[in-house]
């Protein structure tokens, strides 16, 4: 079946603007996880959603950063106004249900962001 | 304080050889899991190998095994028999049981070059 799917793979925008990412889970998974992966380092944990619950926000750096998930799939990560700081690759995982500790999280290509 | 620590930055080994990717971690929860996951270039992250803190045996999956030793928290990746594929970075995670999210927290990382 299809794996996780990130759109765009590549963006470029000027600082000060806004962007969206966009992560298409497999299908059936509850959980989604957003990262944030600077050049040379790990991932840093930014958003996690479960089901229908009320996302774990505890990872997002600034207000500037936001998500959405509409109807328990897709979702959508949003930067405003951008800032240098803010290149790095985005990736998104998906997990069957994200309550247990054993669960495999399945990671999407990531989506790179350059702030110029 | 680091929950999760890659000594090695980088490595190099001959084709055939095995490989040990050194994984320290830190924490109080009784319950956890590690993972290790593998990034090639094209920027996946590919799942390789799992261990939960209550595991009696070392996990293994193939040519990944893990040398699980709890009491020095220390959860090492080997490869045996390397081959030019298996070049890529090499992450250790680790997921606490207390964290209702059940985030992955991430080392900085292993690069791994085999050479021919």
């Known amino acids: 079946g299809a794996g996780v799917s990130q759109s765009p793979s590549n963006k470029v925008t000027e600082k000060g603007k806004d962007v969206e990412l966009r992560c298409d889970p497999i299908?059936?998974?509850?959980?989604l996880y957003w990262y944030r992966q600077s050049l040379g380092q790990g991932l840093e944990f930014l958003i996690y959603?479960?089901?229908?619950?009320?996302?774990?926000k505890s990872g997002l750096p600034s207000d500037r950063f936001s998500a959405e998930r509409t109807g328990g799939s897709v979702s959508t990560l949003t930067i405003q106004r951008t800032q240098q700081e803010d290149s790095a690759v985005y990736l998104c995982a998906s997990s069957l249900a994200g309550t247990r500790l054993g669960e495999t999280q399945y990671f999407g290509p990531g989506t790179r962001l350059l702030v110029l | 304080a680091q929950k999760i620590t890659q000594t090695q930055p980088g490595m190099f080994v001959q084709e055939k050889e095995a490989v040990t990717l050194d994984c320290t971690y830190d924490?109080?929860?009784?319950?956890?899991?590690l993972f290790w996951y593998k990034q090639p270039s094209s920027g996946e992250m590919i799942f390789l190998i799992y261990?939960?803190?209550?595991d009696q045996q070392n996990a293994t999956e193939g040519r990944y095994s893990l040398n699980f030793q709890k009491a020095r928290k220390s959860a090492n990746l080997v490869i045996s028999a390397s081959q030019l594929g298996d070049s890529a970075m090499y992450f250790c995670a680790m997921r606490e049981g207390a964290k209702s999210n059940y985030q992955l927290i991430w080392g900085a990382g292993t690069k791994l070059i085999i050479k021919p």
């Open positions: 924490t109080s929860d009784p319950s956890y899991g």
């Open positions: 959603f479960q089901g229908n619950s009320a996302p774990d």
């Open positions: 299908s059936g998974h509850t959980a």
């Open positions: 261990q939960g803190s209550y």
